[in-house]
């Protein structure tokens, strides 16, 4: 059975960091393509960042610069650090992972992003 599991999420200040970290049992995160989306209340969910089987990364517009997801294959794991937070960053964050030869796509539960002003 494959799990997601998203921690590291919580409470910061505004223009604070946090640094989030899915762990993944049940499937190889080398041989995905991973993303972490967000949904704020009210908002579509959006993928804000991702990185490929070769480690190439992209980013939402809205980050690139302050947010940088990497991957820890020995680990199996899949974390995204997130610097100078604002008024866009409160949201549900989730780790998400794409098989790129079946196209199966996983989700973890997601975890709470909360900055306060």
């Known amino acids: 059975q494959v799990q997601l599991v998203e921690s590291g999420g919580g409470l910061v200040q505004s223009g604070g960091s946090l640094r989030l970290s899915c762990g993944a049992s049940?499937?190889?995160?080398?041989?995905?393509?991973m993303h972490w989306f967000r949904q704020a209340q009210g908002n579509q969910r959006e993928c804000v960042a991702a990185?490929?089987?070769?480690?190439?990364?992209s980013y939402a517009n809205t980050v690139r610069g302050r947010f940088t997801i990497s991957r820890d294959n020995l680990k199996n794991t899949v974390d995204l650090q997130m610097n100078s937070l604002g008024p866009a960053a409160p949201a549900v964050y989730y780790c998400?992972?794409?098989?790129?030869?079946?196209?199966?796509?996983?989700w973890g539960q997601g975890t709470q992003v909360t900055v306060s002003t």
């Open positions: 998400h992972a794409v098989d790129p030869i079946t196209t199966q796509l996983f």
């Open positions: 049940g499937l190889t995160i080398s041989k995905y393509h």
């Open positions: 990185i490929t089987p070769d480690f190439e990364t």
